[in-house]
Every structure is written in C-alpha cells, then in structure tokens.
T-cell receptor
Framework: NAGVMQNPRHLVRRRGQEARLRCSPM?????VYWYRQLPEEGLKFMVY????????ESGMPKERFSAEFPKEGPSILRIQQVVRGDSAAYFC????????????FGPGTRLTVT | GENVEQHPSTLSVQEGDSAVIKCTYS??????FPWYKQELGKGPQLIID?????GEKKDQRIAVTLNKTAKHFSLHITETQPEDSAVYFC???????????????FGQGTILTVHP
C-alpha cells in the first residue's frame, strides 16, 4: 500500500519563477493538508482540501500561493513569483474521511529559491 | 487559534535511559494529539496519538499521557536506542467540521540524541 507521494523531491527556482508541488494522497484518502517547514522550525499549516473543495486556507499567504485538489489527479500547491523567503520544505499529509483521521505525511518537496 | 508549546528543545540521553517530552496547548476545543518522529531529510512519521477521551496510551516502548484539565500531554520513550535519535513533534487538532479532523498545530520540536 503506497504511502503519500510528493514530487518533485527537490526543486530549484530563480526569483520570480513559478513553483508547482504535487501530492498524491494514500490510497483511499480523500483529505489533503499542506504544511511548510522553514529551516530549524516546526511545521506550519497552510491549507486543508478535500476533492474539489478548499476547507481551510487560513495558513496560506494572501498572495502568490494557491492550492487545488481536483476530482482526478494529485493535489497541487502553486507558488507564483517565488522569493527567497519561500525556500522551505513543503509537506503534504493525507487522511481518510472515516476512522481515526490520522494524518500521514509524504517525504516533502524541498524548494530552494536562488 | 491554538498554540502548542513543546519542551525541551533538545534532549540528550544514554542508551537504555528514558526520555520524556512535554507539550502544552491552549485551546480547550482540541481533542486529538498526535506525536511525530522526523529523521533528517524525511517527512514526519506518526508514532502514536491520543484522543481526549483517553488519559494514557501505550505502544511497546512509547507511551503518551494526556491531562485535559491542565491542557498538557507528554511522550515517554523507555529503553531508548540510538535509532530513536530524531526530532520529535507534538501536535494538537480540533474538528474542522462534520466528522473530519482539521489542521494540526505543531510544537517547535525536540531534538533527541541517544548516545550508545
């Protein structure tokens, strides 16, 4: 049973470019969460999505960041016009609708903005 | 919103000793408290969790206790081994709505080092 998958694992972008991070949840999971981890810091919630719906985006910066989880395909976290401060590890977690609702994390995408 | 404080930030123990990490939370609506282990370059791994209707939960060498009145919960690792060395995060969550749990609010992390 495959776990949460994220790609790419490492992404280098120049200032002003766009970054697209993908997350495929565990099989049978329909809820996706995105978290950001800055160097030497804990994880900060960004957004919580279900299929075709954004449930909670209270942690998303107001500008340049967007997320989606379409009916088909992976969830995408999109960062437009990246700046050096966007350099961080971005983690996706998934959970199922029923049961314990534990969140299982992927390996992360490490974004470096040069 | 929720605020989670975690202590200590670093913990160094000898192999075979016990390790205890403590967290406090602020929002009495929180009812789910997981613990994650993160190794270098990897994603957080869920190691144990506890819900607010339970005071203690054990899984082999690890246990978690919860005091709802005082709003604190702790991770206990017994008979520590070098492979337990990692960063440990506590977290708290409240319901987002319906039957689904919502976002996790994490503590700052504890770097645990187990010396052989």
């Amino acid at each position: 049973n495959a776990g949460v998958m994220q790609n790419p694992r490492h992404l280098v972008r120049r200032r002003g470019q766009e970054a697209r991070l993908r997350c495929s949840p565990m099989k049978g999971h329909s809820h996706v969460y995105w978290y950001r981890q800055l160097p030497e810091e804990g994880l900060k919630f960004m957004v919580y999505l279900q299929k075709e719906n954004i449930i909670d985006e209270s942690g998303m910066p107001k500008e340049r960041f967007s997320a989606e989880f379409p009916k088909e395909g992976p969830s995408i976290l999109r960062i437009q016009q990246v700046v050096r401060g966007d350099s961080a590890a971005y983690f996706c977690a998934s959970s199922s609708r029923t049961g314990g609702n534990e969140q299982y994390f992927g390996p992360g995408t490490r974004l470096t903005v040069t | 919103g929720e605020n989670v404080e975690q202590h200590p930030s670093t913990l160094s123990v000898q192999e075979g000793d016990s390790a205890v990490i403590k967290c406090t939370y602020s929002d009495s609506a929180s009812n789910y408290f997981p613990w994650y282990k993160q190794e270098l370059g990897k994603g957080p791994q869920l190691i144990i969790d506890i819900r607010s209707n339970v005071g203690e939960k054990k899984d082999q060498r690890i246990a978690v206790t919860l005091n709802k009145t005082a709003k604190h919960f702790s991770l206990h690792i017994t008979e520590t081994q070098p492979e337990d060395s990692a960063v440990y995060f506590c977290a708290a969550s409240e319901r987002a709505g319906g039957t689904s749990y919502g976002k996790l609010t994490f503590g700052q992390g504890t770097i645990l080092t187990v010396h052989p």
